[in-house]
Nanobody, 124 residues
Framework: QVRLVESGGGLAQAGGQLRLSCTAS????????TGWFRQAPGKEREFVAA????????AYADSVKGRFTISRDNAKNTVYLQMNSLKTEDTAVYYC?????????????????WGQGTQVIVSS
């Protein structure tokens, strides 16, 4: 079973930046997709970004396009989320998720492995 561990969350000011990391171990999903989701208090968990491991094709939520960048390091089994120009509405717990496939990569239900989450707080 694949295990996902996130790191890099914390406190940032609006306009600042943070970088999140997600490292996979165990029976990793070669050729699949890894994504980031977030959940703010009182809200549903929503898609943020995803990357396909083999092709490197990425997808982003409209709310983060142009500000966030997802990338992967195949040798380290690690996916990164570079978050720039942070806004207070980016405050949430960020979760890393993985799926074996490359379809419906923005859909939460297609991911079957999840990390524990890392808190991001953006202050004004």
């Amino acid at each position: 079973q694949v295990r996902l561990v996130e790191s890099g969350g914390g406190l940032a000011q609006a306009g600042g930046q943070l970088r999140l990391s997600c490292t996979a171990s165990g029976r990793t999903y070669s050729g699949g997709t890894t994504g980031w989701f977030r959940q703010a208090p009182g809200k549903e968990r929503e898609f943020v970004a995803a990357v396909r491991w083999i092709s490197g094709i990425t997808a982003y939520a409209d709310s983060v396009k142009g500000r966030f960048t997802i990338s992967r390091d195949n040798a380290k089994n690690t996916v990164y989320l570079q978050m720039n120009s942070l806004k207070t509405e980016d405050t949430a717990v960020y979760y890393c998720a993985a799926q074996r496939g490359v379809s419906a990569i923005t859909t939460r239900g297609y991911y079957d492995a999840w990390g524990q989450g890392t808190q991001v707080i953006v202050s004004s």
